[in-house]
């Protein structure tokens, strides 16, 4: 079975704290992807990577940044958190082959609330 | 880039009829079309996909038909059950291929017994 974790699944910052969100994948998947999910608005991409040290913008990439250091992990920060950074966030990976299937697997997800 | 528009946002159906979401999408470059299942407090899931050499796809009491021209494709499930319950998002690729998807806004289906 694939594995994604994420590092809490709830967390509470202040205003301008700086904010790291971990995701970790077991099973050897080039890309990742970060989302944020809000009522009304489904899943909006935020960044995605497809091999270490490589990442692209996706939709709403305004106050986040991300590192891919190892294969297997996939960070998400907010350098400095703001309330309408308030919101689900889903990491997902998949293979990158076309010859593999398409599907993304998520992770639980983690509940951020700026204070 | 692409643009997923889903309706309706929500639905409510009895228990073993029929339910019936639909998606458009912008890019006709688009050529992979997944639906995604969320029940409450999960991760979404991959329920169904369709690539666009196939205009339908069925997998028990779900299926998924696709319009290529005028770029609209459809999640049905037949014969509904409590355990249909949950939140359904469409989803296009758009650049690169199927690497990065955009998703509809999603819809809440609720099984009433």
């Known amino acids: 079975d694939v594995k994604v974790t994420q590092s809490s699944r709830y967390l509470v910052k202040r205003t301008g704290e700086k904010v790291f969100l971990e995701c970790v994948q077991d099973m050897d998947h080039e890309n990742m992807f970060w989302y944020r999910q809000d009522p009304g608005l489904g899943l909006r991409l935020i960044y995605f990577s497809y091999d270490v040290k490589m990442k692209e913008k996706g939709d709403i990439p305004e106050g986040y940044s991300v590192s891919r250091e190892k294969k297997e992990r996939f960070s998400l920060i907010l350098e400095s958190a703001s309330t309408n950074q308030t919101s689900m966030y889903l990491c997902a990976s998949r293979y990158r082959g076309q010859a593999y299937s398409y599907e993304q697997y998520f992770g639980p997800g983690t509940r951020l609330t700026v204070t | 880039g692409e643009n997923v528009e889903q309706h309706p946002s929500t639905l409510s159906v009895q228990e073993g009829d029929s339910a019936v979401i639909k998606c458009t999408y912008s890019d006709s470059a688009s050529n992979y079309f997944p639906w995604y299942k969320q029940e409450l407090g999960k991760r979404p899931q991959l329920i169904i996909d369709i690539r666009s050499n196939v205009g339908e796809k069925k997998d028990q009491r779900i299926a998924v038909t696709l319009n290529k021209t005028a770029k609209h494709f459809s999640l049905h499930i037949t014969e509904t059950q409590p355990e249909d319950s949950a939140v359904y998002f469409c989803?296009?690729?758009?650049?690169?291929?199927?690497?990065?998807?955009?998703f509809g806004q999603g819809t809440r289906l609720t099984i009433n017994p």
């Open positions: 989803a296009a690729s758009g650049e690169q291929g199927a690497q990065k998807l955009v």
